[in-house]
């Protein structure tokens, strides 16, 4: 639940206004480490192929013909300090709602800097807690995370691995018996995929099969 510090907002709460709040478009734009997307809102700076700032974005090219299925994601992302977040919402759907763009009812993680960790939550498009996630210990917050993630929506079920590959023991699996989340998932209801980016550099994503 949002919560509001006297005066002032809190990072937390300016992550969650990042997700619920929109102020126009930009056209597609391209990148070579980063796909073909639209600026939802919010300012960011492209230097050497990198974005940096505070924003929302949504990749212009679907992910997939049909919600009903599973696709990879890689990314490479630095959590500028404390509180600051990276959110990656896939299997959403583009729309536009009292003048806002934004992608919804897809399925979202969002990953928050504490300290030098990592903190992971599954959220709505709305910013509002669905599940938190086990401590993801193997990422080193002050340092750019590469993060593989592989997200089948049919169960649903996601899988996070460190590195550029979905190789090895993931960080984080759903359907591991011993992973015990605080909430459930639902599944994605669209085809599109974007990130939303508090005090951070998006360095690279792109999507696999």
């Known amino acids: 639940m949002m919560r509001f510090a006297p005066l002032r907002l809190s990072l937390t709460s300016l992550a969650l206004g990042l997700l619920l709040w929109g102020c126009g478009e930009n056209t597609a734009k391209k990148n070579t480490s980063i796909p073909p997307y639209?600026?939802?809102?919010?300012?960011?700076?492209?230097?050497n192929q990198t974005l940096t700032g505070t924003y929302r974005l949504g990749f212009t090219d679907p992910i997939a013909s049909a919600p009903t299925t599973k696709r990879e994601f890689f990314l490479q992302f630095e959590l500028m300090g404390e509180g600051s977040t990276t959110t990656v919402s896939t299997f959403g759907t583009p729309k536009v709602v009292k003048g806002e763009k934004k992608l919804r009812g897809g399925l979202n993680l969002l990953f928050t800097r504490q300290g030098n960790t990592v903190r992971g939550q599954f959220v709505t498009c709305?910013?509002?807690?669905?599940?938190?996630?086990?401590?993801?210990?193997?990422?080193?917050?002050?340092?750019?995370?590469?993060?593989?993630?592989?997200?089948?929506?049919?169960?649903?079920?996601?899988?996070?691995?460190?590195?550029?590959?979905?190789?090895?023991?993931?960080?984080?699996?759903?359907?591991?018996?011993?992973?015990?989340?605080?909430?459930?998932?639902?599944?994605?209801?669209?085809?599109?995929?974007?990130?939303?980016?508090?005090?951070?550099?998006?360095?690279?994503?792109?999507?696999?099969?």
Not at 38 to 47: N, R
Not at 141 to 153: E, G, L
């Open 126 to 209: 709305c910013g509002d807690k669905l599940a938190d996630m086990p401590p993801l210990v193997d990422f080193d917050a002050r340092k750019p995370i590469s993060m593989f993630v592989v997200v089948d929506n049919e169960i649903p079920r996601v899988q996070i691995f460190k590195g550029t590959t979905a190789s090895g023991t993931p960080v984080l699996d759903t359907e591991d018996p011993h992973v015990a989340l605080t909430g459930e998932l639902y599944k994605g209801e669209g085809t599109y995929w974007g990130v939303s980016i508090l005090h951070g550099t998006l360095y690279e994503a792109r999507v696999g099969s």
């Open 38 to 47: 639209e600026v939802h809102m919010g300012e960011l700076k492209e230097d």
